[in-house]
């Protein structure tokens, strides 16, 4: 208020203050020096809501003390109030939240910051203090929306399999989730900015840089394959995608990326690729072996025409063309071993195997190549005949395999050595002085297709299926093969390892083994029938030997057929036949008068005890698993067929 003596000039300045006050754009009130509201703005009524006549106007004008009001001091505003009273220039109150219900008046709730600022006389002391308010509710709530949303994105992104990763729009990586610091082991924060570069693999980092400035520059999308340091010290394969977020405008304001292990995938897709390059491989030389003696079988073959008078070429182009047939039934006999025993077609004799008798053999069937080549053959052997159960000529076949292997891959005039120990397991080491292999052939070594390089000379020969029919044969045997080798030019090492015979081996040797059927006490007719002839055949010899009458039948079909011409007494059927399988087979023959009082017995590779089952329900007396003891099929048919089957 003006003094009633004031002069015009004060007067007009006085109006002058008063109306700006009044319209100034932000909240202001002034407060006594004791705390009391002296006066309020037009903005300050707009910001709460109070308009004259407005009880909140009146309470705040005439009863409110900020100093003293136990809400303000229980947010913390009054100290900083007092600051602002004791003289302190500009003090800016924290963000409030007032309520006028709080105070038991009507009003908007607001969140409010503040700065005080003392108003000073002459002498420096206080006589006011001016507050200007800022409506801060929006902003507050914006940013607790905000922080909402980081932690949400947070928790999605930890919760993320991946990798994930930040940075501002210049490429500044800012953020990673809780799966980055847990794969590189690295501290959180170490890898902001461009410490993650060094996280690469130095040969992928050159790259990586140059794509990425390629997708800073363009706004295209970042994807790269590059090997990523994990917390082992191992460099693993990642691969890295990473796209833009733009604004409403377009414009970039930020880069999400992602960082996912593909270290076993890649793994395996280059595992393929180098196994479709060797078979690759191994077809050309397939055809390259077989092209070879068809060359001179053709040359011969026209040579027999142009000089079919002259008996002495006739009888030499005949010996080539019978020696390149040879040499190419060899090659194809060896890819249908290799496919019968990877597939699990072949069945194994399983006997008594005395294992120096084996070492023997394949020594006498490879001698000729190692002495066409000059080797030295030492051999060291464990004392005592050593008994393993198996395969006789599988092991024979296994053993003249590595030592076959190691005479084509060792130079003229070097050393093969054979030993066996005996221990726990039975041992059996090839060992040669030869070529050697690289270190990255060794884990392919004994799969199909995979073969050393080759020779000029081509004096190895061959397709390189040895050592994977090898190692599926000592797998049958319950036994495994390795492989060693120093480097190339250091020669390689063979260790085949057995289970050895428990107690119970035969005195005598193999060779004078010999099954002792005793002469049936009555002939019985019987039928044989299974789709493999040799089989068959022999069974039906073997049981006519003893003094049955046996009919071999091949065909389930021509069994049925028999049944109904005359009566038979016992029935030897396979399970695995041609269109109609034994279960069936033995159903429809018991259901005929011929066979009603038979003994049925069943004599096949399967063995389980489901398979045991259903051939009890199909009618058979008995069920044997190849390879069948014959004593005991012997005895079995000299059993009444009495009883339920099973």
Request: with cysteine; charged share 25%; hydrophobic share 40%.
């Amino acid at each position: 208020m003006v003094p009633p003596n004031s002069s015009a000039a004060e007067v007009q300045t006085e109006q002058r203050f008063q109306t700006l006050f009044e319209q100034a754009p932000f909240s202001v009130q002034l407060l006594s020096v004791d705390g009391r509201t002296l006066k309020v703005n037009r903005a300050w009524k707009d910001l709460w809501g109070a308009h004259d006549g407005d009880p909140l106007l009146d309470f705040v004008l005439t009863q409110y003390n900020m100093l003293t009001d136990p809400q303000l001091e229980a947010k913390g505003v009054t100290p900083h109030l007092r600051r602002a009273f004791a003289g302190e220039e500009s003090v800016r109150l924290p963000a409030i939240h007032y309520d006028p219900a709080e105070l038991g008046q009507p009003g908007l709730a607001r969140w409010v910051e503040a700065t005080a600022r003392p108003i000073k006389g002459p002498d420096g002391a206080v006589v006011e203090v001016m507050l200007i308010h800022e409506d801060v509710t929006e902003r507050l709530l914006e940013t607790r929306q905000l922080r909402a949303s980081e932690a949400q994105f947070r928790t999605i992104a930890d919760a993320m399999p991946q990798m994930v990763w930040s940075t501002l729009p210049d490429g500044y990586h800012d953020y990673y989730n809780h799966q980055w610091y847990e794969f590189t082991g690295a501290p959180p924060g170490t890898t902001d900015g461009e410490g993650w570069n060094g996280m690469f693999h130095p040969d992928d980092q050159p790259r990586a840089w140059e794509v990425w400035r390629h997708s800073l520059k363009t706004g295209e999308k970042y994807e790269i394959e590059y090997r990523l340091r994990h917390r082992s010290g191992e460099y693993r394969w990642v691969l890295g995608r990473a796209l833009p977020v733009r604004n409403g405008q377009g414009e970039i304001v930020r880069w999400m990326g992602t960082c996912t292990d593909i270290h076993e995938q890649k793994r395996a897709r280059d595992e393929l690729l180098a196994t479709n390059r060797r078979k690759d491989d191994f077809l050309a030389m397939l055809a390259h072996e077989l092209r070879n003696p068809l060359a001179p079988i053709s040359t011969a073959a026209q040579l027999l025409k142009a000089v079919s008078s002259d008996r002495a070429r006739v009888e030499r182009s005949a010996e080539i063309i019978e020696r390149q047939v040879r040499h190419m039934t060899e090659l194809v006999d060896d890819l249908l071993d290799v496919s019968r025993v990877t597939r699990g077609l072949v069945e194994l004799e399983r006997a008594p195997v005395e294992l120096k008798a084996v070492l023997g053999s394949a020594i006498e069937q490879v001698r000729p190549l190692i002495e066409a080549r000059g080797h030295q053959l030492t051999t060291r052997m464990a004392s005592g005949d050593v008994y393993v159960l198996g395969d006789r000529t599988r092991l024979v076949q296994v053993v003249s395999n590595l030592l076959a292997n190691a005479a084509k891959y060792t130079p003229p005039n070097g050393s093969v050595s054979l030993s066996m120990t005996v221990g726990e397991h039975v041992e059996v080491r090839v060992a040669d002085n030869g070529m050697g292999m690289e270190a990255q052939l060794i884990p392919h070594v004994f799969e199909l297709f995979t073969q050393g390089e080759r020779t000029p000379d081509r004096a190895q020969g061959g397709l390189g299926l040895g050592l994977a029919l090898v190692k599926s044969l000592v797998e049958l045997h319950g036994g495994r093969v390795t492989a060693e080798s120093d480097g190339p030019g250091k020669g390689s090492t063979f260790t085949v390892t057995l289970p050895p015979l428990k107690a119970g081996a035969p005195a005598v040797s193999e060779a004078h083994q010999r099954i002792d059927i005793p002469r049936a006490v009555k002939a019985l007719r019987v039928m044989v029938v299974d789709d493999n002839k040799d089989a068959a055949e022999t069974l039906g010899m073997l049981l006519e030997s003893v003094g049955h009458e046996v009919r071999v039948l091949h065909d389930p079909q021509h069994a049925l057929a028999a049944v109904r011409e005359s009566a038979f007494d016992a029935f030897v059927l396979d399970i695995g036949l041609p269109g109609m399988d034994g279960y069936t087979l033995a159903r429809q023959l018991r259901a005929h008068a011929h066979a009603a009082a038979a003994t049925f017995i069943a004599l096949t590779g399967y063995g389980s005890a489901d398979d045991k089952h259903r051939g009890g329900d199909a009618g058979f007396h008995h069920y044997l698993v190849k390879p069948a003891d014959l004593n005991a099929l012997a005895r079995l048919l000299q059993q009444p067929a009495t009883g339920s089957p099973g």
